[in-house]
């Protein structure tokens, strides 16, 4: 018998991660919660063996993985899914001119593409329950920090492709928000791949500063996945739609960026991430 609790599958709930925080806050609001991963071994402990939690393993660049997690949500829903929250992403740094394509292209098929394969596998879920659409984007859409190009542009696909998909799918009843997340303490700097920078690089010189990019630091003092989940799911719950802005810090970040002129707005970018500084640092070096 299908369950009559609210249902919600959310994408990458790896532990101490943000998908795993968004699964336990709204497994505490009653929902049956599909937490799915890549690696089953990795879903918190506070979720393997929690009633109402169903741990499906889901791989969002295979589409015969998504295609059976579709069937498993169909079986114990009667065909209904009232919130998709694509969160699976990830990151790398490196220079723009040193990065692999085939390595660029893994990062968009799971950042973008696999975001939109789930909506078109999950949409006639949605669409009978007249349920939400959650796509994960961040504030690096429009904030071009240096060395995070390929994912900077990932980031911005998603974000255009979730505000385009809101106005398509809200004719069928279907809402959508499109999370621009700021920093957010997790640990997912530990599970970031790390591509050497080569010796022919010109940026070879700064190699350990643009490895270090996202070794953490940039998160020690930002709220805790459980602090932005409990925003989430506030936002889903109230009714919001389009961009919401989450995480530390967000409302200011977003007036910087709506009023500021270019000009503060690189200076903001370039205190994040210091490369110009980095690189001039290099070139005084090699005059003394």
């Known amino acids: 018998m299908a369950s009559l609790r609210k249902s919600v599958l959310i994408t990458g709930c790896t532990d101490g991660g943000i998908g795993a925080a968004l699964a336990e806050v709204f497994h505490e609001k009653g929902y049956h919660v599909f937490a799915t991963l890549r690696n089953l071994s990795k879903l918190p402990r506070t979720l393997s063996g929690a009633a109402n939690v169903t741990p499906l393993n889901l791989d969002v660049t295979s589409s015969e993985s998504i295609a059976a997690a579709v069937e498993s949500v169909t079986k114990e829903t009667d065909g209904r899914l009232d919130i998709l929250v694509n969160n699976s992403g990830v990151n790398f740094p490196m220079p723009a001119l040193d990065t692999p394509i085939a390595?660029?292209?893994a990062l968009f098929d799971i950042n973008f593409w696999g975001a939109l394969a789930m909506l078109q596998a999950f949409?006639?879920?949605l669409i009978k329950a007249k349920?939400?659409?959650?796509?994960?984007a961040s504030a690096n859409a429009i904030s071009p920090m240096a060395f995070l190009s390929?994912?900077?542009s990932s980031k911005a696909a998603l974000a255009t492709g979730s505000e385009t998909w809101r106005h398509e799918l809200k004719p069928l009843g279907v809402r959508t928000l499109t999370l621009i997340t700021c920093?957010?303490?997790?640990?997912n700097h530990l599970k970031t791949p790390r591509l050497q920078v080569p010796e022919t690089s010109h940026y070879y010189a700064i190699r350990d500063f643009i490895h270090s990019i996202l070794d953490g630091r940039l998160q020690n003092n930002a709220i805790t996945a459980r602090q932005y989940a409990t925003k989430v799911v506030r936002e889903i719950e109230k009714g919001s739609t389009g961009m919401v802005w989450v995480g530390t810090s967000a409302s200011l970040f977003h007036w910087v960026w709506w009023l500021s002129p270019k000009s503060i707005f690189d200076m903001v970018i370039e205190s994040v991430v210091p490369a110009q500084g980095e690189m001039a640092k290099v070139s005084g070096k090699k005059k003394a």
């Open 150 to 152: 390929t994912y900077n």
């Open 183 to 187: 920093a957010v303490r997790t640990h």
């Open 123 to 125: 949409a006639p879920l």
């Open 131 to 136: 349920g939400c659409l959650v796509n994960n």
């Open 103 to 105: 390595e660029a292209k």
